[in-house]
């Protein structure tokens, strides 16, 4: 069963920055954090793959970095210069065991954390 583990969000100012943690229960090949502000839909924010690559969205390129700590299986998300436009919960998810692609997209992650509350005041 995925377990998946969302902390670190937090209230901070415009300017400011967060890292998220995500403890997940079995790794697989391409992991991921998405967010959801109220009365939006749920949008990708970044993927990793187990090769090291990343994706990232328009929106929080040259702000966000995506990177995990596979010894301790732990997703991270560093947020600097955060915006209000940034405020939403955010969520860490993963790709399906023997899936090798990392879209930035709702449909391909089934399993889903709490998700961590992220509010940036202006």
């Known amino acids: 069963q995925v377990q998946l583990a969302e902390s670190g969000g937090g209230s901070v100012q415009s300017g400011g920055s967060l890292t998220l943690s995500c403890r997940y229960t079995t790794r697989t090949y391409c992991m991921a954090w998405f967010r959801q502000a109220p009365g939006k839909e749920r949008e990708g924010v970044a993927t990793i793959g187990s090769d090291g690559s990343t994706n990232y969205a328009d929106s929080v390129k040259g702000r966000f970095s995506i990177s995990q700590d596979t010894a301790k299986n732990e997703l991270y998300l560093q947020m600097n210069s955060l915006e209000p436009e940034d405020t939403a919960m955010y969520y860490c998810?993963?790709?399906?065991?023997?899936?090798?692609?990392?879209?930035?997209?709702?449909?391909?992650?089934?399993?889903w954390g709490q998700g961590t509350q992220v509010t940036v005041s202006s």
């Open positions: 998810t993963q790709r399906p065991l023997f899936f090798r692609d990392c879209p930035l997209a709702q449909y391909a992650y089934p399993s």
